[in-house]
């Protein structure tokens, strides 16, 4: 029998706080490849882990525009009680601010971090790099990452952030044009939705607030691809995305 192929991290440069460890692999139990039959190459799976810091560190300070964020807890249960397998947990978007940097400077300027330490914030989904620190999972990403403050736990309360714009999605259209249901899976996802909310606008060479071009009450037609999508308490779906995908103000 074949010796199962060994991996050794001794030949990856070592890290203070990390230990280099073998993984085994065993082939035993695999399916060979049928004689004749051409053998394709596979594309590997990433997996994004945590890194992980070494106890003897007790404190971690973010540098310049990025934040700690402490992840929210995965929810382990529906609302009605059911357990859920962890394939079926959503992955939280969400968690409190733990520390800032000191902020961005813009020439002579320097602009302040504009989330404070406790806030509650909803951040991009595959935004910064997590870590687990102090027996919990934190993130460390960039200001900008972070898509506005949510103090409940209703995302249409959500207070967006900088450039970003917060719309409540237009419901899909039930029949075609030529009075055809369609059903959930035919219906097309609408680019058209009412803003709801908008941040208080990106920063210019010198630092300072431009106003966005959009504003609460405004019906507009948004780029198909952009944001990040969010359900509400009473199942109506939002977009938190930035004011420039967002394309033209209908009336």
Request: aromatic fraction near 4%; hydrophobic fraction near 35%; proline fraction near 6%.
């Amino acid at each position: 029998m074949a010796t199962a192929p060994a991996i050794s991290t001794r030949s990856l440069p070592s890290f203070e706080g990390l230990r280099p460890s073998t993984v085994r692999v065993s082939l035993v139990g695999l399916p060979l490849r049928p004689a004749g039959l051409t053998q394709r190459p596979v594309r590997g799976l990433v997996v994004r882990a945590a890194t992980s810091i070494a106890p003897k560190y007790t404190c971690l300070k973010p540098l310049a525009d990025r934040v700690l964020v402490k992840i929210k807890t995965v929810e382990e249960k529906t609302v009605g009680g059911i357990l859920l397998p962890s394939t079926a947990q959503t992955k939280p978007q969400g968690g409190e601010v733990v520390a800032v940097g000191e902020g961005k400077t813009f020439g002579k300027n320097k602009v302040d971090i504009s989330v404070k330490t406790g806030a509650l914030v909803v951040y991009s989904k595959y935004a910064g790099t997590e870590v687990e620190f102090n027996g919990s999972n934190h993130l460390l990403l960039k200001e900008d990452d972070i898509v506005g403050i949510l103090e409940t736990d209703d995302i249409k309360d959500l207070k967006p952030l900088n450039e970003r714009v917060l719309i409540k999605i237009a419901e899909a259209e039930d029949k075609t044009a030529g009075g055809l249901l369609l059903t959930e899976a035919t219906k097309e996802k609408p680019s058209i939705g009412t803003v709801i909310a908008v941040g208080p606008g990106s920063l210019d060479g010198e630092g300072n607030r431009k106003p966005l071009s959009v504003s609460p009450g405004n019906t507009v037609l948004y780029s198909k691809y952009a944001g990040n999508d969010f359900k509400g308490s009473d199942g109506s779906e939002y977009i938190a995305l930035r004011a420039s995908d967002v394309i033209a103000v209908l009336s």
